[in-house]
């Protein structure tokens, strides 16, 4: 198993930053890492993914330019800074772990975090 604990969520104002972090456990280095949202009545959206290395990145058009994805491998953790925030981004953040980019990319990763909420209002 590999845990996966988001933390960093919040009520913050339109325009705030906020630093989400997924702590997972050691194996979680050799993983492709994602954080997904999903907002009351929506459906589950990847917004960001990260390589094992780091070295490669996605990101959602509707985050791009706003958010960063990265990751420390020695602190097995993976953090989501998102910047100019607004109502739209309210939802609950959740990380997700896999070997394959793929599967994250089609929200069947092998496992997931609890889930954090955050909250922008206008």
């Known amino acids: 198993q590999v845990p996966l604990v988001e933390s960093g969520g919040g009520l913050v104002q339109a325009g705030d930053s906020l630093r989400l972090s997924c702590a997972a456990s050691?194996?979680?280095?050799?993983?492709?890492m994602g954080w997904f949202r999903q907002a009351p009545g929506k459906e589950r959206e990847l917004i960001a993914a990260?390589?094992?290395?780091?070295?490669?990145?996605y990101y959602a058009d509707s985050v791009k330019g706003r958010f960063t994805i990265s990751r420390d491998n020695g602190k097995n953790t993976v953090y989501l800074q998102m910047t100019s925030l607004k109502a739209d981004d309210t939802a609950v953040y959740f990380c997700?772990?896999?070997?394959?980019?793929?599967?994250?990319?089609?929200?069947?990763?092998?496992?997931w975090g609890q889930g954090t909420q955050v909250t922008v209002s206008s």
């Open positions: 050691g194996r979680a280095t050799r993983y492709t």
């Open positions: 990260i390589s094992q290395s780091g070295g490669s990145t």
């Open positions: 997700a772990a896999d070997l394959s980019l793929a599967k994250i990319r089609l929200g069947r990763s092998e496992y």
